[in-house]
């Protein structure tokens, strides 16, 4: 299964495009996008309650997932909160979920560096949990009202071919860990 993680919870969001776009490049495994809307992460409501149901469930997607997409829009220079707010939550649950989880990341902006600060500063927070972060392959889509058609679909070929390199890169990772963990 791969599982992506949509920093931005919009409907018709650039990066939930770009999601999809890069799920359907992934080839042929079932897909699955993750629910963010999670409470603001608060220990007096985890002391309290727990861990919450929806949380525990993005920490399992996470655990089972084959591969993992995540995609943020860049605020205020940075990842996303919603994002950010996923993270502190699933660092809180029972098990290392992300440890050795083969990741990419991907981000779409409306301005012209297409989110790398956001995907520096989500490469930051993600590092505590020890994933196996793609690297050296990035896909930043600039300018991203114009980028895609009223399908979701990519229009650019520069964009397309980085996000089918990406997506390979991480077909490839995730088939390398598989057999490491078998043998």
Do not use: H
Request: aromatic share 6%; proline share 4%; hydrophobic share 45%.
């Amino acid at each position: 299964m791969l599982l992506g993680l949509c920093g931005s919870l919009r409907g018709g969001s650039f990066n939930r495009k770009l999601m999809y776009a890069a799920a359907a490049e992934f080839g042929a495994v079932r897909f699955e996008e993750a629910n963010l809307r999670l409470p603001l992460y608060d220990g007096d409501l985890e002391s309290g309650s727990g861990i919450p149901a929806e949380v525990q469930v993005l920490a399992d997607q996470i655990a089972a997932a084959e591969a993992v997409i995540v995609v943020t829009p860049e605020y205020n220079k940075m990842l996303s909160g919603v994002l950010k707010n996923a993270l502190d939550w699933v660092s809180r649950t029972k098990g290392s979920p992300w440890l050795d989880k083969p990741v990419a990341i991907l981000s779409a902006t409306g301005g012209r560096s297409g989110g790398e600060r956001a995907q520096n500063s989500l490469r930051l927070a993600l590092s505590p949990f020890g994933p196996l972060l793609l690297t050296g392959r990035e896909v930043a889509v600039a300018s991203a009202s114009e980028q895609f058609d009223a399908d979701g679909r990519l229009l650019s070929d520069r964009y397309r071919a980085a996000v089918a390199n990406q997506m390979t890169a991480l077909r490839s990772l995730a088939r390398s860990r598989a057999e490491l963990v078998q043998a």
